[in-house]
């Protein structure tokens, strides 16, 4: 992994700003310019650095000056996908590098921002242990029928849950330190669960047929609801593009995922109380490696009216 510089040249049709655009003048550093292969945004999403990313120094750049853009090529964007690289603002300001973050710097990266923004994250992880202990309490009812709605309440608190720690997540990775309010301003839940239902249905067919293949489909799957909350994203699109980005890096993700997966059983054996670190932590280290392979979007600037 090297640090990318300030790409220069005459900019090209992949370039949607031309060889003029003024993205990097807030952050002191030259204008970008694209060399050919630009970043090629998702439709309507073109990338401008997040106003006031700088303003809160420190935070991020601890850690920081890590992530960047891999030569991920997604077809249903066109051709040159997002190949080629280019530097942007890192999580609070810092310089990301270009190439793939490795499965322990994201995890690195994922403590770094819990640490410096703890309380909100124990406060959601509170939150969905308590929602969770009142909806079991309806499941395990003698009643049917009772038992039947506790069960649909537990699966609709574990997606809206779910939801939430993602869009925390995505406003932490892009350098807004978000408030708790912060975590429960959907705006596309509908597409999360139908993304959630399809999904669940391709899980459930591979795990019926002898376990692996349902493995296999929940880990190029998993960026799904990432995709339909960070772009605004069909769930059939999500899918499609949670599978090409997730393959184009799959070494250093599936050893992310193990790290994560022993991660959870460490907090899980640490009297439960473990897991109120480890829970932001593994959805934290995935999100540093979802952005720092998808590149920029306009979510956090829409979210936080960064304009």
């Not at 869009?167 to 932490?172: I, K, S, V």
């Not at 190029?220 to 890096?249: C, E």
Request: glycine share 14%; proline share 6%; no cysteine.
């Amino acid at each position: 992994m090297t640090t990318g510089g300030t790409p220069t040249g005459g900019g090209s049709h992949n370039d949607p700003y031309g060889s003029d655009s003024q993205g990097w003048n807030q952050q002191g550093q030259e204008p970008y310019q694209s060399q050919g292969q630009g970043y090629v945004p998702y439709p309507g999403q073109g990338y401008e650095p997040y106003p006031g990313q700088g303003q809160d120094q420190g935070y991020g750049q601890q850690y920081g000056q890590g992530f960047g853009q891999p030569g991920y090529s997604d077809p249903q964007y066109g051709a040159a996908g997002y190949e080629g690289g280019y530097q942007q603002p890192g999580f609070g300001g810092g310089t990301m590098m270009t190439g793939k973050p490795s499965a322990t710097e994201a995890i690195g990266a994922a403590w770094q921002l819990f640490k410096n923004n703890p309380v909100p994250w124990l406060l959601i992880t509170l939150i969905s242990f308590v929602a969770n202990g009142l909806t079991s309490v309806f499941s395990n009812s003698e009643s049917v029928g009772v038992a039947a709605l506790g069960s649909l309440l537990s699966i609709a608190v574990a997606l809206l849950i779910q939801a939430f720690s993602i869009r925390g997540a995505l406003l932490e990775v892009d350098g807004h330190k978000p408030d708790i309010g912060s975590f429960f301003k959907l705006t596309n839940f509908g597409a999360f669960v139908i993304a959630a239902i399809l999904v669940g249905i391709a899980t459930t067919i591979g795990l019926v047929l002898l376990v692996i293949p349902g493995i296999v489909i929940m880990f190029f799957l998993y960026w799904t609801f990432q995709f339909v909350i960070d772009r605004n994203m069909s769930p059939t699109d999500a899918i499609q593009s949670s599978f090409n980005a997730i393959k184009s890096d799959g070494g250093n993700l599936f050893v992310l995922a193990i790290l994560n997966t022993l991660i959870l059983i460490v907090g899980a054996l640490a009297l439960i109380v473990g897991l109120f670190v480890a829970i932001p932590i593994t959805m934290l280290a995935s999100t540093v490696a979802y952005r720092a392979i998808t590149g920029p979007s306009e979510f956090s600037r829409t979210a936080t009216g960064a304009f």
